[in-house]
């Protein structure tokens, strides 16, 4: 069974005028698969080998959401991103280190997150944070012809996926690369017979993840339960 500790209070990754507190699951070498899909479950995330979940005192901003695969309906929008990029040659690989895969994550990360601290990331931060796993993962290549547009990290569960991070090209203007991972990801749960596709946390005062409360229906890990959120809750 792992162990539980908290972390010191830390700037917040999120809203940037919060402290933020941890929970981390220990030992992680430990943690198999089997074990992470409990701990997902319980509203766990992992970055690397860091097994970890929201804990802040005063502070519920990070919902855990996931979408019911079997019950997903797609929208209109939706639907043409998926029309639109039918023509990518996607293969699934073990975590591995390719020159290539950084060099669009850093393109990525200038693009989309200058001055968020990890479009500094070095080559070892960018290894410890994506290519570090004791489960289930894989990284998944997008490919346009010879030129490579998107990578995914996903965990594979007893009972889902859980997205762990997607970086693409983000030079390429109203491409919907993003809609359209996620609707891949979707559709790897249903030819997996998975009935979760996990998306991490749902932050309403952050524009960056309102993205997630597109893909319905959307459950929310509320008080220890997952359930779609009635008139009162956050989406």
């Known amino acids: 069974m792992p162990k ?3 972390t010191n209070p830390y700037s917040c990754s999120y809203l940037p ?7 981390i699951a220990t030992p992680e070498h430990l943690i198999d698969t089997k074990a992470y899909g409990k701990l997902v479950q319980a509203g766990f ?3 690397g080998h860091y097994i970890y979940r929201s804990c802040c005192e005063h502070c ?10 079997k019950t997903f ?3 209109r929008a939706q639907r043409r991103a998926w029309k639109l990029h039918q023509h990518l040659v996607v293969t699934q690989h073990p975590l591995h280190y390719k020159p290539e895969h950084y060099a669009l994550y850093q393109r990525y990360q200038s693009k989309r997150h200058l001055g968020g601290g990890m479009d500094n990331d070095c080559r070892e931060q960018y290894h410890n944070f994506l290519l570090q796993s004791y489960v289930n993962s894989k990284l998944v290549e997008f490919h346009e012809a010879d030129q490579l547009r998107m990578i995914s990290i996903i965990d594979i569960l007893p009972d889902g996926i859980s997205s762990v991070y997607t970086f693409f ?9 993003g809609t359209y991972n996620i609707l891949w990801q979707i559709e790897q749960c249903r030819q997996l017979d998975l009935d979760y596709l996990y998306l991490g946390y749902w932050i309403k ?4 993840m309102r993205y997630k409360a597109n893909f319905q229906p959307l459950e929310v890990l ?8 009635g008139s009162g809750n956050i989406l």
């Open 45 to 47: 995330r992992r970055s």
């Open 60 to 69: 519920q901003a990070c919902q855990s959401v996931r979408v019911t695969v």
């Open 73 to 75: 309906t797609s929208k």
């Open 205 to 208: 005062e952050n524009k960056k």
């Open 4 to 6: 539980f500790h908290t």
């Open 169 to 177: 090209d983000a030079d390429i203007a109203h491409a919907s690369f």
């Open 17 to 23: 005028d919060r402290l933020a507190c941890s929970e």
């Open 222 to 229: 509320i008080n220890g339960r997952w359930q779609l959120p």
